[in-house]
């Protein structure tokens, strides 16, 4: 019986959680349901770009897109957790209806918390779709529809209770059924994908990062055969409520090592693409959200047939509900730009005890006392986390948690005045 490379790193990984973990799975949880999650979601996203095909004759168009999706998750102990996803893809265009497409797209990830500060997960995904051949030398585009296969490794590691490293590799291969190099012979990509991350939390409602990465295309056409070295800035503000205001800037440098530009035989085409996205998301309710993401492209190309400016507008409304599993408890994403493989299940101490502390200030205390907890079950020494907790606690009228939490903190901090000022009135409260 032949093992395939995410089954085997899967193998590897229970294996690692037996030996850092010598409870192994968790038998003490009796109930199936509460080791089981789920999420159905309906993503309806419509967008106007520009330059639809990203060339120097711009050809704007409008497109509305629906994506059903499904989401099961099981944990396999306190620690670890396998999460399966179904999104099916339909996208219909106004003018270019040739775009038109249909789409699977099958995720199947394991994650495992190493420790208080380390996460490590792998995934593989599956993806049957068509897209247009934008990469194209001349005006003209073909149109083949591909499957592809992407298996990646991720570390998400704690440097501090602010700031985040995050590594990941992930390789790419792409088999197109309509797109030929010659006689019979299908072009065939073959991605690798290294990104790293360094994300830090500046206040509790505003975070930014930096990440740097590199994709090399081994394609078995020459012509394909690519670097593109990139990095990302990025800033997060939350206002409140719900709202939440993202902006980044992404800078590339695309090099093609077998293909000449048109006007210069002596010359391989390179292009220089910048894309400024700003992003602003809105919880209606907690099954309701709202997307509006705004991007501006330009590709300063040595091809003056790729040369473009592009503006993309989109709105998203997804609408959701399910419940995740008590064990791990994970953070369910929020709506997302569906092109952006974000990992499920990976949170820290200190985004999560930041989430306890903004849920607090929008009165949601049932999903505070769920963050604070949460982040106290990564790392029991969050004096903000036991705090947040006990506020939590006291607003919902459970007085003796929130009295235990607070007194934890003050043995934590013995030093916070007010803390025991609180505590003082509460316990006379009580009385």
């Not at 102990?77 to 003018?95: C, D, L, N, P, V």
């Not at 948690?401 to 005045?417: D, F, G, Q, S």
Request: hydrophobic share 35%; aromatic share 14%; glycine share 4%.
């Amino acid at each position: 019986m032949k093992i395939t490379r995410f089954e085997l790193v899967v193998l590897i990984l229970l294996f690692s959680q037996k030996m850092i973990f010598p409870q192994g799975i968790d038998t003490n949880q009796n109930k199936f349901i509460d080791k089981f999650g789920y999420r159905l979601s309906l993503l309806n996203l419509n967008l106007f770009e520009t330059n639809i095909f990203k060339n120097n004759s711009a050809s704007s168009d409008f497109s509305t897109n629906l994506y059903p999706s499904i989401t099961l998750e099981y944990s396999l102990s306190k620690t670890s957790i396998i999460i399966g996803k179904y999104r099916y893809g339909f996208e219909k265009y106004i003018t270019n209806t040739l775009l038109n497409v249909h789409s699977h797209w099958i995720m199947l990830s394991y994650s495992n918390q190493l420790n208080s500060n380390t996460t490590l997960g792998i995934y593989d995904i599956f993806e049957q779709s068509g897209q247009p051949d934008i990469l194209n030398l001349y005006p003209l585009y073909t149109f083949a529809s591909y499957i592809q296969n992407r298996e990646g490794l991720w570390l998400h590691y704690a440097l501090t209770e602010r700031t985040i490293f995050e590594a990941e590799y992930f390789l790419r291969q792409r088999s197109y059924t309509g797109l030929y190099i010659q006689g019979s012979i299908y072009q065939k990509d073959v991605m690798h994908y290294g990104i790293f991350s360094l994300m830090h939390t500046f206040t509790p409602k505003f975070s930014g990062g930096v990440q740097l990465g590199c994709i090399i295309n081994n394609s078995n056409n020459p012509a394909y055969i690519y670097t593109e070295p990139f990095m990302i800035i990025n800033a997060v503000r939350n206002i409140g409520s719900g709202l939440e205001i993202q902006i980044s800037n992404r800078l590339s440098f695309l090099n093609f090592s077998s293909r000449v530009v048109s006007n210069d035989l002596s010359s391989n085409r390179m292009d220089i693409i910048n894309t400024l996205m700003l992003n602003v998301s809105k919880n209606i309710s907690d099954h309701l959200s709202v997307n509006v993401k705004y991007y501006y492209q330009k590709d300063f190309s040595n091809e003056p047939y790729r040369k473009f400016t592009n503006n993309i507008f989109s709105i998203g409304l997804e609408l959701y509900f399910g419940k995740a599993s008590k064990v791990y408890n994970n953070i369910t994403e929020n709506i997302s730009d569906i092109q952006n493989y974000n990992r499920i299940g990976v949170d820290s101490s200190a985004i999560l005890t930041n989430l306890g502390y903004i849920s607090l200030q929008n009165s949601e205390y049932e999903k505070s006392l769920q963050y604070s907890l949460r982040a106290l079950s990564l790392n029991p020494n969050i004096e903000l986390a036991h705090i947040n907790a006990g506020i939590a606690y006291y607003k919902l009228h459970l007085l003796n948690n929130a009295i235990l939490h607070w007194e934890t903190a003050l043995k934590l901090n013995p030093r916070n005045e007010k803390l025991k000022e609180l505590l003082r009135k509460v316990k006379l409260e009580k009385k």
